[in-house]
C-alpha cells in the first residue's frame, strides 16, 4: 500500500492550497480517509476525514470552514482544499487510511492503517 501526498509548499496567511493524496495497493473505496497534521514541536493532530463513498466528513474545529475534504473513488484520490491559511496552519500534513466504522471517534490516528510520508505547508504572516 503506498499513499502519495502533494500539493504542500509555502504562501502567505489568506492563500490556498490543494493538497491531493494518491493511493494504491488497497480497495480505496472500503477505506476512510483522513488528513492529519504536525506542527513544528508539537505532536500529531486531527485535521479531516471523510466516509467511504465521501457522504460524510468531519473536521477539527480549527480548520472548520476555512478547509474541504473531498475524495475520487476513481482515481483512488482524496483532496484537502485549504482557503484562508493561517501560520498556525503551519505543518507537515499525512494522510490516512482505514478500515473502521464511521462513528468511531479517533483524535490521534489509532484507527488508521495506512500513512503517507507527509507534505510540508508553510504558512508566513
Known amino acids: 500500500v503506498q499513499l502519495v501526498e502533494s500539493g504542500g509548499g509555502l504562501v502567505q496567511a489568506g492563500d490556498s492550497l490543494r493538497l491531493s493524496c494518491a493511493a494504491s495497493?488497497?480497495?480505496?473505496?472500503?477505506?476512510?480517509m483522513g488528513w492529519f497534521r504536525q506542527p513544528p514541536g508539537k505532536d500529531r493532530e486531527f485535521v479531516a476525514r471523510i466516509s467511504w463513498s465521501g457522504g460524510r466528513t468531519y473536521y477539527a474545529d480549527s480548520v472548520k470552514g476555512r478547509f474541504t475534504i473531498s475524495r475520487d473513488n476513481a482515481k483512488n484520490t482524496v483532496y484537502l482544499q485549504m482557503n484562508s491559511l493561517k501560520p498556525e496552519d503551519t505543518a507537515v500534513y499525512y494522510c490516512?487510511?482505514?478500515?473502521?466504522?464511521?462513528?468511531?471517534?479517533?483524535?490521534?490516528?489509532?484507527?488508521?492503517?495506512?500513512w503517507g510520508q507527509g507534505t510540508q505547508v508553510t504558512v508566513s504572516s
Open positions: 490516512a487510511a482505514g478500515r473502521f466504522a464511521w462513528t468511531i471517534v479517533d483524535g490521534d490516528g489509532g484507527a488508521y492503517n495506512y
Open positions: 495497493g488497497l480497495t480505496f473505496s472500503s477505506y476512510v
